[in-house]
């Protein structure tokens, strides 16, 4: 195996090591009788894993996701590890980085993504610096195998209405399952709203992720599901009335359908 070669610069207080080929650091510092040298970034004293994230596939059970992933190869303790964003820093709080990191051992930065919107992926590039006694390391995040991005999913219909009776309800971050929904509904017969009269609202039960025909004779207009309401596409709120009676994904609205 070819062994990359290092210049050591010696003087009073110790020795620094600088690689000559692309090396795993960006810049390490070791005192006499601590062996820097590297063969290939697998190899490196310090082992840095990143890999793109999507949301909320990625997301460990407390809302965090894993950003990097650091093994220390030294044969003595990391005792400080510390962190900086190059990029992408403004969508992350509750940043948790290890403490210590015994020779041999991994250990994983954490943080809470914030301010990703569907559909939306952001870059991050995070340089990490270890300490440990004797020696210190700086690893740059802005290489190919390093900077690393974090993705949103854009958002799946809450309401899929199929025709004028039958929905499907998806929501949000829950499982398969019975929730609590309202229903807007006018009678079938009418095909334009004069008035609130016909206009009529029940709460009901219905199973998620599964097509139901809960209006019986009536129509869908809209659906509240967690006090967020959704119309069929098809009703036009202006005129009060359906302009067809197709399916589609629902349409957010901002209060209950009023005529």
């Keep these: 195996?070819?062994?990359?070669?290092?210049?050591?610069?010696?003087?009073?207080?110790?020795?620094?090591?600088?690689?000559?080929?692309?090396?795993?650091?960006?810049?390490?510092?070791?005192?006499?009788?601590?062996?820097?040298?590297?063969?290939?970034?697998?190899?490196?004293?310090?082992?840095?894993?990143?890999?793109?994230?999507?949301?909320?596939?990625?997301?460990?059970?407390?809302?965090?996701?894993?950003?990097?992933?650091?093994?220390?190869?030294?044969?003595?303790?990391?005792?400080?590890?510390?962190?900086?964003?190059?990029?992408?820093?403004?969508?992350?709080?509750?940043?948790?980085?290890?403490?210590r990191i015994g020779s041999g051992h991994s250990a994983t930065i954490t943080a809470k993504p914030k301010d990703i919107a569907p559909g939306e992926e952001v870059d991050v590039i995070i340089t990490?610096?270890?300490?440990?006694?004797?020696?210190?390391?700086?690893?740059?995040?802005?290489?190919?195998?390093?900077?690393?991005?974090?993705?949103?999913?854009?958002?799946?219909?809450?309401?899929?209405?199929?025709?004028?009776g039958t929905i499907r309800v998806n929501p949000q971050g829950e499982s398969d399952g019975e929730i609590e929904v309202k229903i807007h509904t006018i009678p079938n017969r009418n095909a334009k709203v004069s008035g609130n009269n016909n206009l009529s609202s029940e709460t009901i039960r219905i199973e998620t992720n599964k097509n139901e025909n809960p209006a019986r004779s009536r129509r869908i207009v809209a659906v509240e599901v967690d006090s967020d309401i959704y119309r069929h596409p098809g009703w036009n709120e202006r005129e009060c009335s359906f302009e067809n009676y197709g399916g589609g994904n629902s349409i957010k609205m901002n209060g209950p359908p009023e005529c």
């Design 128 to 164: 990490i610096k270890v300490e440990g006694d004797g020696f210190s390391a700086e690893i740059l995040g802005n290489t190919e195998t390093r900077k690393f991005t974090v993705a949103r999913k854009a958002a799946s219909s809450i309401v899929h209405y199929n025709g004028q």
């Design 1 to 99: 195996m070819k062994r990359r070669q290092f210049v050591l610069l010696l003087g009073a207080g110790g020795a620094a090591a600088s690689s000559v080929g692309s090396g795993a650091f960006s810049s390490v510092e070791a005192e006499r009788g601590v062996e820097v040298s590297v063969e290939n970034d697998a190899d490196a004293y310090i082992d840095y894993n990143s890999k793109s994230l999507t949301l909320p596939d990625d997301s460990n059970s407390d809302g965090t996701v894993d950003l990097v992933t650091i093994k220390n190869q030294f044969a003595r303790d990391v005792t400080t590890v510390s962190l900086n964003f190059d990029r992408g820093g403004e969508h992350f709080d509750s940043i948790s980085a290890p403490e």
